[in-house]
């Protein structure tokens, strides 16, 4: 059985950094093409940041340079680093895996889903 556990979302005032951490069980990081959505009330859930499955690692056009995605196969974890916030950041967060999933693709298709963790920006 999959299970996705993200943490470190929180409150943070605009131009500050948090970090985010997913922590999977039940399948094999380096196996599987990981990321980030994010989603706000009323809107559908948005792609942020993905590392495939060999490495390459795709960015949302609103967090690039902002935001660094990572991954720790050993530890099965993935992390955002997330810099330079922004009030239009303000989300719930939500950690991702699929066996060929990629950052454009309808987030219905991911297979493997977390609870998320709320990340709140104040200006």
């Known amino acids: 059985q999959v299970h996705l556990a993200e943490s470190g979302g929180g409150s943070v005032q605009a131009g500050g950094s948090l970090k985010l951490s997913c922590v999977a069980s039940?399948?094999?990081?380096?196996?599987?093409?990981m990321g980030w959505f994010r989603q706000v009330p009323g809107k559908d859930r948005e792609g942020v940041a993905l590392?495939?499955?060999?490495?390459?690692?795709t960015y949302a056009d609103s967090v690039k340079g902002r935001f660094t995605i990572s991954k720790d196969n050993a530890k099965n974890s993935l992390y955002l680093d997330m810099d330079g916030v922004k009030a239009e950041d303000t989300a719930m967060y939500y950690c991702?895996?699929?066996?060929?999933?990629?950052?454009?693709?309808?987030?219905?298709?991911?297979?493997?889903w977390g609870q998320g963790t709320q990340v709140t920006v104040s200006s």
């Open positions: 039940g399948l094999t990081y380096r196996d599987y093409c």
């Open positions: 590392i495939d499955s060999d490495g390459t690692i």
């Open positions: 991702t895996a699929d066996p060929r999933g990629w950052l454009g693709m309808p987030s219905s298709d991911f297979k493997y």
